[in-house]
């Protein structure tokens, strides 16, 4: 059964940083595009990063850019979210997601076959 599990969520003060993980389990991640979305309280969920299959390939929403990194590892079939410089307009639930076009680097929900359930970020001081 395939399954993505998200973890390493929590509250983390204004400035400070998160790494978020997400694990695959039932089929190998290396041949998919993998996202990150987020939806904030009372929003629509926003595609914030991706990353294809080989990895060459990454794309970030305007809203993370320099402060968040997307990395991958196949042979772990796992996938990375580090956030830097956290602001309490980053405070959401995080999804992970798998595309079944390991090629593209889409922020776009309907692009993505697999989610995750989800783990909690909260910045607030």
């Known amino acids: 059964q395939f399954q993505l599990v998200e973890s390493g969520g929590g509250l983390v003060q204004p400035g400070g940083s998160l790494r978020l993980s997400c694990a695959a389990s039932?089929?190998?991640?290396?041949?998919?595009?993998m996202g990150w979305f987020r939806r904030a309280p009372g929003k629509e969920r926003e595609g914030i990063s991706c990353?294809?299959?080989?990895?060459?390939?990454?794309n970030y929403a305007e809203s993370v850019k320099g402060r968040f990194t997307i990395s991958r590892d196949n042979a772990k079939n796992t996938v990375y979210l580090q956030m830097n410089s956290l602001k309490p307009e980053d405070t959401a639930v995080y999804y992970c997601?798998?595309?079944?076009?390991?090629?593209?680097?889409?922020?776009?929900?309907?692009?993505?076959?697999?989610w995750g359930q989800g783990t909690q970020v909260t910045v607030s001081s």
């Open positions: 997601a798998a595309d079944e076009e390991g090629w593209g680097i889409s922020l776009k929900e309907f692009e993505y076959n697999y």
């Open positions: 039932g089929f190998s991640l290396g041949s998919y595009s």
């Open positions: 990353i294809s299959a080989s990895g060459l390939s990454i």
